[in-house]
Structures are given as structure tokens and as C-alpha cells.
């Protein structure tokens, strides 16, 4: 099972940028890196997805080295609102065995005015 | 569209009690998921349904029972409530494309006195 290590919490001030990393030494070939957001008494919400180098849309940018036994999700100009849990999931890998899910504990990411 | 909805929001259990969670998703998605979340933890993976009709064991298991009833309802089962079993459970449901969202009920608080 591809286990992902993050670290447990951040600060930041409103208006920087955040780069959260997750390591996940054993990546399998087929797997995806997937983001989540989870705000208190609700469900997680996708963020962002990627397999290799640079994958961005709206709200975020995720970069995949090479190896991909890394990945660091990119919040530019954080807010407020962006006060969360990010979770960083390995697996679901498309067509195959989705048993593989393994959600990390999450960053903590903390955005003071 | 209501997306996935859980009933009940919030429900107290007696040691050994029984009960069922349900889940239900109106976007016709294929694969349904449960997982529960422990106070300052990750989401761990109970079972999942890539199908109609198939079910299959997550990371913890133990304990829990599952249904797929139909394309749209995918229930979970507690047939002996323990205290170790207090947590928020959230249903997920998933499309068969290449984007691996999934999307996430608003969660149901159970507590095992």
C-alpha cells in the first residue's frame, strides 16, 4: 500500500503563496496523486489531480518530479477561507483495484490575516 | 442534483446495538465508497463498490457490513455497535472517467456509549 507522509501543520499569512509536500516512497506505476480539502464538519473536496510534472487549474498547481515519490501542492495567494485540512491521496489507479486508498492524516493549514 | 447524500446526520448507539448507514448518489456513478474518521485523523477506507452488484474489502473492515442495494444506494452495517467503532463516516461515490474524483457526503457523527 502506497502510505503518504505530510507534515502535520503550517502557517501562513494571506496573500502568500503555500507549497504543502507529500512524500509517498512506494508509488505504484499505475497510481495517481489526488488533493483533497476538508473544512470542519464536512466531507473532503478535490482539489486537484496529477501522475507526472505539472498539472494546474483554478485554484491550484501540483508538481510531480521525475521519481514521483514526492509531490507538493501549490496554493497561490492564500485567503482566509483557505484554512483547512489537505489531504494528499495515493491510488485509484484507472482500471485497477481501488482497495489501495490511503488517505495520510493531512496538513493542517492555518492563514492569518 | 443533491450529489451523495447520508442519513442519519447524527445518531447514539448502545454497546451492541445494530444499525445501518445509508448512502445514496443521483450523478449515476458507478463506484460508491465508506470510510471513517477518528478525531484528528485521516479517512481510513471500510469497503467499496466499483459496481453495481460487487463489494469489496478497504483498509479496516472489521466489523462492518455493506449493500449495495442498486446503482444509487450503497449502505453500511453495524450488526454489534462497539465504543471503538465512535467516528464520522462518510459515503463517496466516483465516475468511471479519467478524472478520479470523488465526491463526498456531508458525513454521519455516530457515537458507541
Known amino acids: 500500500l502506497a502510505k503518504t507522509t505530510q507534515p502535520i501543520s503550517m502557517d501562513s499569512y494571506e496573500g502568500q503563496e503555500v507549497n504543502i509536500t507529500c512524500s509517498h516512497n512506494n508509488i505504484a506505476t499505475n497510481d495517481y496523486i489526488t488533493w483533497y480539502q476538508q473544512f470542519p464538519s464536512q466531507g473532503p473536496r478535490f482539489i486537484i489531480q496529477?501522475?507526472?510534472t505539472k498539472v494546474t487549474n483554478e485554484v491550484a498547481s501540483l508538481f510531480i518530479p521525475a521519481d514521483r515519490k514526492s509531490s507538493t501542492l501549490s496554493l497561490p495567494r492564500v485567503s482566509l477561507s483557505d484554512t483547512a485540512v489537505y489531504y494528499c491521496l495515493v491510488g485509484l489507479n484507472y482500471g485497477g483495484s481501488q482497495g489501495n486508498l490511503i488517505f495520510g492524516k493531512g496538513t493542517k493549514l492555518s492563514v492569518k490575516p | 442534483n443533491a450529489g451523495v447524500t447520508q442519513t442519519p446526520k447524527f445518531q447514539v448507539l448502545k454497546t451492541g446495538q445494530s444499525m445501518t448507514l445509508q448512502c445514496a448518489q443521483d450523478?449515476?456513478?458507478?463506484?460508491m465508497y465508506w470510510y471513517r474518521q477518528d478525531p484528528g485523523m485521516g479517512l481510513r477506507l471500510i469497503y467499496y463498490s466499483a459496481s453495481e452488484g460487487t463489494t469489496d474489502k478497504g483498509e479496516v473492515p472489521n466489523g462492518y457490513n455493506v449493500s449495495r442495494l442498486n446503482k444509487r444506494e450503497f449502505s453500511l452495517r453495524l450488526e454489534s455497535a462497539a465504543p471503538s467503532q465512535t467516528s464520522v463516516y462518510f459515503c463517496?461515490?466516483?465516475?468511471?472517467?479519467?478524472?478520479?474524483?470523488?465526491?463526498f457526503g456531508p458525513g454521519t457523527r455516530l457515537t458507541v456509549l
Open positions: 463517496a461515490s466516483r465516475g468511471t472517467g479519467a478524472d478520479n474524483e470523488q465526491f
Open positions: 450523478m449515476n456513478h458507478n463506484s
Open positions: 496529477g501522475y507526472k
